[in-house]
Nanobody, 123 residues
């Protein structure tokens, strides 16, 4: 089972950028699809972006299309979420997740999760 650790969160002003990293260990990283989710208190975890095992295909929530980019470096067993043009509505704890079944937009498709990293966007 792969283990995941996110990093790169922080405080940024509206319009700014952050890059989140998801470092994997303990498994064969390129056997897993990777997804990024976010969650704010008292709400369901929300799908943000996903990338297939090879990295050749990606998919996004409508709310982040054109602003966020997901990519991965299988040689470094790391996935990334580049977030541009951030707004206060992007404030959340961001999680990366890995799926032996390739991934998808539902949290139930993923069987390994990181601990989360806080992203706060000030207005």
């Amino acid at each position: 089972q792969v283990q995941l650790v996110e990093s790169g969160g922080g405080l940024v002003q509206a319009g700014g950028s952050l890059r989140l990293s998801c470092s994997a260990s303990g498994g064969t990283f390129d056997n897993y699809g990777v997804g990024w989710f976010r969650q704010i208190p008292r709400q369901e975890r929300e799908f943000v972006a996903g990338i297939v095992r090879s990295g050749q295909n990606t998919y996004y929530a409508d709310s982040v299309k054109g602003r966020f980019t997901v990519f991965r470096d299988n040689a470094r067993t790391t996935a990334f979420l580049q977030m541009n043009a951030l707004t206060p509505e992007d404030t959340a704890v961001y999680y990366c997740a890995a799926s032996r079944w390739g991934g998808g937009v539902g949290a139930g498709a993923y069987d390994a999760w990181g601990q989360g990293t806080q992203v706060t966007v000030s207005s």
